[in-house]
């Protein structure tokens, strides 16, 4: 029982069995294969499609109800099979084939070739072809890809379908021996002509005198090419030229290929540290929803492409589906189409600022200076990034993004503002994130503690959230700060919205060095500022845990020491006293 | 040295000349001019005709007509132009100058 199909050949409806039309379909399949490299290759193919429909129409004249498996093979043998024409049109298109393709690649192609084996087939061949290739069982390569698909992520998947793409299937009597390995000779030709169809003795007898004749006309084709080599020292030299951009552009492709491949794996090994930064940065179903396609296909896409562009290269395969290409770039596109949507999102996001001014109360001190530290982390920080400028704690997110500024203050007391100010895609919301900063600031003595860095909730969002702290200095009196708090210190007249990073002082080379700090004194034309490095120097042997008020010359010696020794004596105490108060008043923030 | 090669060799050097000279003779569709090499015992597979007569098209030695054929697809006529007039000329020359050659270097 066979089922009949109708199929419209040269434009003539014939009917024609399901078999038949398979074996019709790969004889066309490999005649445009064969006359691709021929000029007007389309016309030859349709000419001969013609003249194939009238074989057949004439068949069906003479009363045949269809075209049957008999009929196409006689066909075939009228027309002859590209292998035929390739031994008997040697003298024409050998040559043009022989100075389009590589000498070199011709001489491989005797050997054992990696195909996709369409009679072993599950899937795609795949396996049955690697099994061939390896002389092993398919079934161990199924069960390898199997287990990669299931074990793998999914890897096994990504392997077969790239291995699909690449090899090619093979369909000729020639492709299977090359598959196996098998040498190309008149007995294993017609075992496996006598396995693929069913033909005639004397058929049989036929190809296999034409396969002999291709088989030696190889050889002496190959000959030729060396004599060639010889004969043309040009021809050689732009041959290497091309082997070598060849060579280079191959270079090209595995280095961006590794470089992708590296990318791609930093990315999933890192992909567990990075995941709070994308929760801190995206909000929304939409961003989280396109953001892990978006990376995927972006970095995924170009290292699949590379792979089978390498592969192909390699194994020599000129034709593949132009749909891959299609799809992949398809592909790539979408993953960019959703980062930009991403970012475009993410950028809303960070849109408004708004801004929180809040007084704290500063107990006025009797010396008529005030001393800024930054005080330890109270936090266990899990994780910590860019230079400690973002830490992860449990429950919190501690940002290094706070700035000092001194100004004058209009009368006798010392005055200090707190802003902080965020981001967001409104007003109301920009202000709902500045109110959740948490800066909790303390005094002791004349001592005031900053915290090392500002806090939010863990499960906010980061959104450019600032503190600015504006210290308002009597004339005549006068701030220090230690080294951690002078790194955000800024000139008073500072631009809020420029980039703080860009001003930053960079005094990282004085990290041995733990002591110097900065004394600022109001004078009634502003800012007077000296550095006194110098003189911290001979603390250095005592407690250096944090730096003792050191007085500049106009205060008396007797008031400095006595001011120094309590400070250390009372450091630990009083920075742990600090804690608790700190503490507190994070709670009471939050 | 293989006599199915050889043989084969002979044969194809001859064939566009062969096939020019029956198109000479008058218009002709690929099916009749392989069944007139057939007849005088020059088999060719017709899938290697049909690239022979494009190139020899595409080199403007030939040109070709459409016409409508009651058994099939229309078919491909082929004539002669000026300019393969003049290239047959030239092979008949020298194909007569290497007959006699052959000739007479053969039937001593």
């Known amino acids: ?63 045949a109800h269809c075209i049957t498996d008999e009929d196409v093979v006689a066909v075939k043998a009228i027309m002859g099979t590209p292998d035929q024409f390739e031994e008997s049109d040697e003298t024409n298109t050998k040559q043009q084939s022989a100075s389009m393709s590589d000498p070199i690649l011709d001489s491989f192609r005797s050997k054992k070739r990696l195909y996709r084996d369409p009679d072993a087939k599950v899937l795609g061949g795949v396996c049955g072809g690697l099994g061939a290739y390896l002389n092993v069982d398919p079934v161990v390569f199924r069960i390898i890809f199997a287990l990669l698909a299931i074990g793998g992520f999914g890897s096994g998947i990504l392997v077969y379908f790239i291995l699909w793409i690449v090899t090619p299937e093979a369909n000729s009597a020639a492709e299977k021996l090359q598959m196996r390995g098998e040498r190309v000779d008149v007995n294993n030709i017609k075992a496996t002509i006598q396995d693929e169809i069913h033909a005639t003795k004397a058929h049989l007898k036929h190809i296999g005198s034409e396969m002999r004749n291709f088989s030696q006309g190889r050889g002496r084709q190959v000959g030729n090419d060396i004599e ?43 992909s567990p540290v990075l995941l709070p930064f994308k929760d801190l940065l995206l909000s929304g179903t939409l961003q989280n929803l396109l953001f892990w396609p978006s990376v995927f296909l972006l970095i995924g896409i170009p290292i699949v492409g590379i792979i089978i562009f390498i592969i192909r290269k390699l194994t020599g395969v000129k034709q593949t589906s132009r749909y891959v290409g299609y799809t992949l770039s398809f592909l790539w596109f979408t993953g960019l189409v ?58 919190t997110v501690i940002i290094n993004n706070y700035r000092v500024s001194v100004e004058k203050s ?43 860095g500002i806090s939010i909730p863990r499960d906010s969002k980061y959104r450019d959230q600032r503190v600015r702290l504006i210290i308002r200095v009597p004339v005549n009196k006068q701030v220090e700060m230690d080294r951690k708090v002078r790194n955000h210190y800024r000139n008073w007249n500072f631009d809020w919205d420029n980039d703080f990073d860009n001003h930053r002082w960079d005094d990282d080379n004085g990290d041995d060095n733990d002591h110097h700090s900065e004394v600022i004194k109001m004078t009634n034309d502003g800012v007077d500022q000296r550095n006194d490095n110098s003189e ?55 | ?42 088999d060719i597979l017709e899938g290697t005709l049909y690239p022979l007569l494009t190139r020899l098209k595409n080199a403007e030695l030939l040109s070709y007509r459409w016409e409508e054929s009651n058994s099939g697809p229309p078919r491909k006529y082929f004539s002669m132009t000026d300019k393969g007039e003049a290239f047959y000329l030239e092979l008949e020359k020298t194909w007569n100058e290497l007959a006699n050659a052959v000739n007479q270097l053969t039937s001593k």
């Open chain 1, 1 to 63: 029982m066979k089922k009949i199909i109708n199929i419209n050949l040269a434009s003539r409806l014939i009917p024609i069995e399901d078999s038949a039309y398979e074996i019709l379909r790969q004889y066309l399949d490999s005649l445009k294969k064969y006359f691709a490299r021929e000029e007007g290759a389309d016309e030859i193919v349709s000419d001969i499609e013609g003249r194939i429909a009238e074989i057949f129409l004439d068949r069906i004249k003479k009363g």
């Open chain 1, 228 to 270: 060639r080599f010889g004969r043309n020292f040009f021809d050689v030299l732009g041959r290497v030229l091309i082997v070598l951009t060849k060579g280079f552009f191959y270079f090209l492709a595995v280095v961006i290929l590794l470089v992708l491949l590296v990318v791609g794996v930093m990315i999933t090994v890192a």
């Open chain 1, 338 to 395: 959703f980062a930009i949507l991403v970012s475009i999102s993410v950028a809303k996001d960070f849109r408004l600022r708004n801004t929180v001014k809040e007084n704290f109360a500063i107990v006025q001190p009797s010396t008529g200076k005030i001393v800024f530290k930054e005080a330890e982390n109270l936090v266990q920080v899990e994780e910590s990034f860019f230079d400690d400028d973002l830490k992860l704690a449990d429950d």
């Open chain 1, 410 to 452: 209009k009368n006798d007391s010392f005055y200090l503002e707190v802003q902080r100010s965020a981001r967001g895609r409104s007003i109301s919301q920009a202000r709902a994130l500045a109110k959740e900063i948490s800066y909790p600031i303390t005094q002791q003595d004349t001592v005031i503690y900053l915290p090392a």
């Open chain 1, 536 to 590: 911290s120097d001979k603390d250095s042997s005592e407690d250096n845990y944090r730096y003792k008020g050191k007085q500049e010359h106009n205060t008396t010696p007797v008031e400095d020491t006595t001011r120094s020794a309590g400070a250390t004596g009372k450091g630990k105490v009083a920075f742990e006293g600090g804690d608790a108060i700190s503490y507190s008043l994070y709670k009471l923030l939050s």
């Open chain 2, 1 to 42: 040295m293989n006599i199915d090669n050889t043989q084969s060799q002979m044969r194809k050097g001859v064939l566009e000349f062969c096939i020019l000279s029956i198109i000479k003779q008058g218009e002709a569709y690929p099916s009749d001019i392989i069944e007139k090499m057939k007849e005088a015992k020059l």
